[in-house]
Nanobody, 112 residues
């Protein structure tokens, strides 16, 4: 099982960012993909999850209205898009499956 995420991103405040997570080694539609982030000096923060089978999503209240999860079953890739970025969104973003596999993390830096 492998989750491979896209590379580091640098964005200005107010912009959007989209991070990908390509899955392999298991049936992509059989397990939720969760998105978690870690802000420097803080613990892991759950952002929500997507069911790749039907696209159903659940977002943590803190991110509702600003985050969108999608999944492309043709490429076994999940995406998280975060809009209206602010400096406090600077973090490492991870995808993870229900059974505990993790992507390598994607550094997102928001700075002018």
């Amino acid at each position: 099982v492998q989750l491979v995420q896209s590379g580091a991103e640098l964005r200005n405040p107010g912009a959007s960012v989209k991070v990908s997570c390509k899955a392999s080694g298991y049936t992509f539609t059989s397990y939720y993909i969760h998105w978690v982030r870690q802000v420097p000096g803080q613990g892991l923060e759950w952002m929500g999850r997507i069911d790749p089978e039907d696209g159903g999503t659940k977002y943590a209240q803190k991110f509702q209205g600003r985050v969108t999860f999608t999944a492309d079953t043709s490429t076994s890739t999940a995406y998280v898009e975060l809009s209206s970025l602010r400096s406090e969104d600077t973090a490492v973003y991870y995808c993870t499956t229900t059974f505990g596999s993790w992507g390598q993390g994607t550094q997102v830096t928001v700075s002018s």
